[in-house]
């Protein structure tokens, strides 16, 4: 039970120090390894990462609410996948090509359906 507990405590505190850094990136370097087919760009954030963000409000600014707001939201179906990668990109957090990439939002459903459960 204590070694649980401490697992979670230490993944929240590493997600902490991640997030806020994964937040302010939006350049980065090419990759030049030519075997790397659809790798995702070194400043793209991952499906989890964006859910998190929003759910910490880094998107307030975008019209997406926070905290459990966002949570009902998306059990409501007001906020959905879309919308939250929408306010990443006019926040200059993804690339607008994600805008048509199916699989980054069945991902990023995925990782909100995860905040609507018990």
């Known amino acids: 039970m204590r070694r649980s507990i401490s697992t979670m405590l230490t993944t929240l505190l590493?997600?902490?120090a991640i997030l806020p850094a994964a937040a302010q990136s939006q350049t980065a370097p090419i990759s030049?390894?030519?075997y790397a087919a659809n790798q995702h760009r070194a400043n793209q954030i991952r499906p989890f990462n964006l859910a998190y963000l929003a759910y910490q409000g880094y998107l307030k600014d975008q019209g997406i609410p926070s905290n459990g707001v966002l949570?009902?939201?998306i059990a409501s179906g007001s906020i959905t996948a879309q919308d939250?990668?929408?306010a990443a990109v006019k926040t200059n957090r993804l690339p607008e090509q994600i805008l048509n990439d199916q699989g980054y939002r069945h991902n990023l459903e995925?990782?909100?359906q995860g905040?609507?459960?018990d």
Request: charged share 10%.
């Open 71 to 73: 949570i009902d939201a």
């Open 84 to 86: 939250i990668i929408q």
């Open 32 to 34: 030049l390894n030519p």
């Open 14 to 16: 590493l997600c902490a």
């Open 110 to 112: 995925d990782q909100l």
């Open 115 to 117: 905040f609507t459960q």
